[in-house]
């Protein structure tokens, strides 16, 4: 099976530019993870999913930052407009229920975002 | 406190040595504990998970819990320099549901040659 995807793998933006990273879950699973990751504060949540469903956005940053899921197969993160500080690296991880009490999260390979 | 503490190495062993990797965290009620390796430049990779009190062997890698002292770590047997990596301490906290995992910041692990 596909793991998690993710694209694009690589996003180099100008400040006040709109970017949109996208996720592809793993089939059948119905949670979906968005998190960021930076050297100084490491792997944040950001947001997550059940059944296409946000259910804690408690991570996210600020208003510039707004995440959909339309259907199970598809999400997606946008930061309007970006900022320098927004560069990091953006994962998005899926988990299916009833893997029981492990919860185990997959991660897609990750979005390198720059924005100069 | 953070909730979940691991010292940021690097952690510096031999090839064939036993490295220890340890985690602390501060939610008394988390009952799911994992380890994810990380190589420099790619994702999160699953190695190992353990909710019991105790150890749990998976080939050269033995997670070990003990909830009491709200302690986990991670013991790497014979380490290969292909084992160089960060690795990521997360724990499944009774505070959010169970539903969300909170990572440690990771400790890096340099197998020498």
């Known amino acids: 099976d596909a793991g998690v995807i993710q694209s694009p793998r690589h996003e180099v933006t100008e400040m006040g530019q709109e970017v949109t990273l996208r996720c592809k879950p793993i089939?059948?699973?119905?949670?979906l993870f968005w998190y960021r990751q930076t050297m100084m504060r490491g792997l944040e949540l950001l947001i997550y999913f059940n059944n296409n469903v946000p259910i804690d956005d408690s991570g996210m940053p600020e208003d510039r930052f707004s995440a959909k899921m339309p259907n199970a197969s598809f999400s997606t993160l946008k930061i309007q407009p970006s900022e320098p500080r927004d560069s990091a690296v953006y994962f998005c991880a899926s988990r299916q229920t009833g893997t029981g009490i492990y919860n185990e999260q997959f991660f897609g390979p990750g979005t390198r975002l720059t924005v100069l | 406190q953070k909730e979940v503490e691991q010292n940021s190495g690097p952690l510096s062993v031999p090839e064939g040595a036993i490295a220890s990797l340890n985690c602390t965290y501060s939610d008394r009620g988390s009952q799911s504990f994992f380890w994810y390796r990380q190589y420099s430049g790619k994702s999160p990779e699953l190695i190992m998970s353990?909710?019991?009190?105790g150890d749990k062997e998976d080939g050269r890698f033995t997670a070990q819990l003990n909830k009491a002292s709200q302690y986990v770590s991670l013991l790497i047997r014979d380490s290969q320099p292909s084992d160089s990596a960060t690795y990521l301490c997360a724990v499944n906290e009774k505070n959010t549901g169970f539903q969300k995992l909170v990572f440690g910041t990771g400790t890096r692990l340099l197998v020498s040659p």
């Open positions: 089939s059948g699973h119905d949670y």
């Open positions: 353990i909710y019991s009190n």
